[in-house]
């Protein structure tokens, strides 16, 4: 059956009527270049908005944060991130092939690593003493823990901490801006402190693709190069930047809509007795152990879908997903919250 409700994940989004337009009046040139105006205005306002000097447009928030990592480290150096974080899980072992980098993995509480295991991380080793750790790379929302956000205390503390140690920080900041809405904050305030930030266009902000990796205009000049070499240097990418720009104008403060949704969404389906820890509900993600209830994953995936509701995998093989977007609207939370208690207990009594 065709899933009539996507709550897969907020990539599934279309450009909206009005994204449209702005694409198709946008003024372009050779972004190559950097003679194409709507992408120049969109990294702009996109370092500004991070607390950058500059920005540059790719086409994927993966090539943001390979162009930004293969920045801070020599082959042979190790880089450091949560275990489950989307640059050592999702990103096919980029930063080892395009950077040569070495990867630790730290397991983390909801996505966040501690200043003391960064600490012991780091500490030199006596086997390899010119193998150092050079780099760290958070991820703020994080996606495999379910959309979570970083406390700033808790941010600042490794944030700090990488310094001290000599340290460059990335900042996956793919959802960055759902981060900044959940905090109340301006998302500079969460991404100033980085070396580089990475922000996609193509999730909560509704483009079809499209993102930016800033930093300082030393950085951002040598990730141009970078840019170049990874083919992802463009023509008349104002095209897209268009969207980009239609969405800092119109879809960033709608991100506490999609947050409000998947709220109602987890008190509802806990409600109903649906195993849901609503305390770990703080963006626009919902996750669901369905292990809990006595069944395989993917079955429950498939009965949601036969009944009009999509949800996906995790990295966890018993939990399942559901993640507002700007497609999603108040009535189709209350269909969902209508069909999805119902299917998956009757699983249960099956
Ligand atoms: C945290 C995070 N970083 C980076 C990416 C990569 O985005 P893309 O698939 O558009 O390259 C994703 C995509 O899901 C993500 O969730």
């Known amino acids: 059956m065709r899933v009539v409700i996507d709550l897969r994940s907020d990539t599934v989004t279309t450009p909206t009527p009005g994204m449209r337009r702005a ?53 042979g150096d190790v880089l450091v991130a949560e275990e489950h974080s989307h640059v050592l899980v999702f990103e096919y072992g980029g930063v080892a092939a395009h950077a040569g980098l070495v990867t630790l993995g730290l397991p983390g509480v909801a996505g966040r690593i501690s200043s003391s295991q960064l600490r012991t991380a780091a500490a030199p080793s006596v086997k390899a003493a010119d193998q150092h750790v050079t780099v760290i790379s958070l991820e703020n929302t994080h996606n495999n823990a379910g959309g979570r956000v970083w406390p700033l205390e808790e941010l600042t503390d490794v944030v700090e901490t990488a310094r001290e140690l000599g340290l460059a920080v990335h900042l996956d900041g793919a959802r ?43 950085v951002i000049e040598r990730a141009w190069r970078e840019k170049h070499l990874f083919g992802g240097a463009m023509r008349q990418a104002g095209i897209v930047a268009a969207a980009g720009v239609y969405a800092l104008d119109h879809h960033v403060e709608r991100l506490a809509e ?44 498939a009965r949601l879908r036969h009944a009009g509701v999509g949800l996906s995998a995790t990295v966890s093989p018993t939990v399942i997903r559901a993640v507002t977007h700007l497609e999603i609207t108040d009535a189709d939370i209350e269909r969902a919250i209508d069909v999805i208690p119902s299917t998956l207990l009757a699983g249960v009594a099956a």
């Open 23 to 75: 694409m198709a009046e946008a003024v372009v040139g050779d972004e190559q270049k950097r003679e194409d105006p709507t992408v120049t205005a969109l990294q702009e306002r996109v370092a500004a908005l991070l607390g950058h000097e500059a920005a540059l447009f790719v086409p994927t928030a993966t090539m943001a944060n390979q162009i930004a990592l293969k920045l801070h480290g020599r082959p």
């Open 176 to 218: 960055v801006l759902n981060a900044a809405t959940a905090l109340g904050v301006d998302p500079a305030e969460i991404a100033a402190r980085f070396d580089t930030v990475s922000l996609c266009l193509s999730k909560g902000l509704g483009c079809p693709l499209g993102a930016l990796v800033a930093g300082s205009h030393a």
């Open 258 to 301: 999609d947050h409000a949704r998947a709220r109602r969404f987890a008190e509802a389906l806990g409600a109903a007795g649906v195993p849901v820890e609503l305390e770990r509900v703080e963006t626009n993600f919902v996750q669901i152990d369905v292990g809990r209830m006595g069944l395989e994953r993917d079955d429950a995936l």
